[in-house]
């Protein structure tokens, strides 16, 4: 199975919805939030001079010089979105192209966007590589993480299967 971006930001978001998702459990679809941030990410790559860029089982928001840029619509799961615009970095650099990574934050209600500047570093590189290896195991174990209640579920595609 090829691993993507999405699955390596679930993956330290929510374990569960990472299983949830690798076993193409897809109820992403319905939720209103995902669309929020899928429009999203339309806008800014339409007005963007690049666009979206597909390479491989990835999808990059954009790339503008020495960055890839990634957009999200709230800075709630930095660590998350940081790992997943670091694999991102990860599959560019095999294909030989060296970019930092900027992850932008678009605020509700904000003016101020925040901006993260990410750089992959080779001991980064080395625990991508494993964990790669790692998800792929995981998502194939036929066990289903246990449903544990977290705030963090109440923005969450997979809120219904879980809670109800
Ligand atoms: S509802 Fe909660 S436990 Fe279930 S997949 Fe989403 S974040 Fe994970």
Redesign the pocket.
Known sequence: MKITGTLVNYFFH?K??CW?HGNRVNLEDNSELVQIGKQLHKIKSEKSKSGEVAIDSIKIDRINGEYLIEYKKSDADIKAASWQVLYYLLVLKRKGIDKKGKLICMEKNKEVKKVFEIVLTKSVESILVNLEEEIKEFIMTKDIPP??Y?P??RK?A??SY??I
């Open positions: 929510c569960r919805q949830l449903f544990e977290e963090k579920c969450c997979y809120y879980c809670v």
